[in-house]
Every structure is written in C-alpha cells, then in structure tokens.
C-alpha cells in the first residue's frame, strides 16, 4: 500500500508533469505563430514526453493501491518576446521540475519507501537529460542569435526531433 504522504506528493507532481505539458503546448504555438516550426516540433514532442511522465506516475499509484486525485492546472504563459526567452523559461521550468522530484526522493527517504525510491530514480535521471538538452540549445543560441540564417537553419534541427516512449 502506498504511504499516503506521498500518495499526495505523487499526485502533486501528476499536476506539475501536467502543467508542463500544457506549458509546452503555449510554446510550441507561439513558435508555430513566428514561423519556427522546427521549434514549435521541439516543444510538441515536450508535450509528449510531459504527458507520458504524468501516466507514468498515475499508473503507479494506481499499483500501489494509491488512489490518483486530478488537480486543476492553471493557464501557462502565452507570448515571449523571441526563442531564446521561451528556451530560457523551459530551462527555469525543468530546474523547477527537477527540484520537485529531489523532493519527492527526499521524502521517499524519510517515509523509508524503497520502492518509490527505485520508481523516482527514474524521473531524477530523466531530469539530468531534460535541463542538458535545453542547456545544449541554450548554448546554440547563444552563439547563432535570435534571427537570421544561423536561427533559421537550427530551427530546421529541431524538425528532426522525434518522441521516443519511455521505457522502464
């Protein structure tokens, strides 16, 4: 039977993973609205992997015994002023992200579930790649700016991305 301390995080964190596919779906449509449809795919397979993430926590609580409890997202920001704006706010969010599964192992700790534990880890790994990823575009962008040729042909890169399912 699932701890109910952290039967209520878990649920917690069904509302941030859910959030945050919402939050990429504002982003990935204000790219599609100033043309970077490269960017705009980027952000969609995010949303994506967000939601794959939420399941992935619903479905264990629901193994555990758990009961799953939905909570009302609120509505994500919707203009940015350019790309590098919208990349650095996703790396905000996944840093937020990634405090929120610390705390979650945290308390999986404290409460002594090591079956948590073993299921956190995977998310704690999950999140090393995700903040390297936005840090890596970060950095591209850095160096080739908000317009012009460079922007347009990076923007094609980020066309290429496509959703992998999670594994266990």
Do not use: C
């Not at 399941?55 to 939905?70: F, H, M, S, T």
């Not at 903040?131 to 040729?149: P, Q, T």
Request: charged share 25%; net charge negative.
């Amino acid at each position: 039977m699932l701890n109910k301390k952290i039967e209520d995080a878990l649920n917690e964190q069904i509302k941030k993973e859910t959030y945050s596919a919402y939050l990429y779906q504002s982003l990935s449509a204000h790219a599609t609205y100033i043309g970077l449809n490269g960017s705009a795919n980027w952000f969609q397979i995010q949303v994506q992997e967000e939601i794959s993430h939420a399941q992935k926590i619903y479905n264990y609580i629901n193994e555990r015994g758990g009961k799953v409890k939905l909570k009302a997202i609120e509505q994500p920001p919707f203009e940015f002023e350019n790309i590098t704006i919208m990349f650095e706010e996703t790396l905000k969010h996944e840093e937020f992200i990634t405090k929120s599964i610390n705390e979650l192992m945290d308390l999986a700790i404290a409460e002594k579930d090591h079956a948590s534990q073993i299921f956190l880890q995977w998310f704690i790994t999950e999140q090393v790649e995700e903040e390297d990823n936005v840090n890596e575009i970060l950095n591209s962008l850095k160096l080739i700016g908000d317009s012009g040729n460079g922007l347009r042909m990076f923007d094609k890169e980020l066309a290429t991305r496509v959703f992998v399912q999670p594994t266990v």
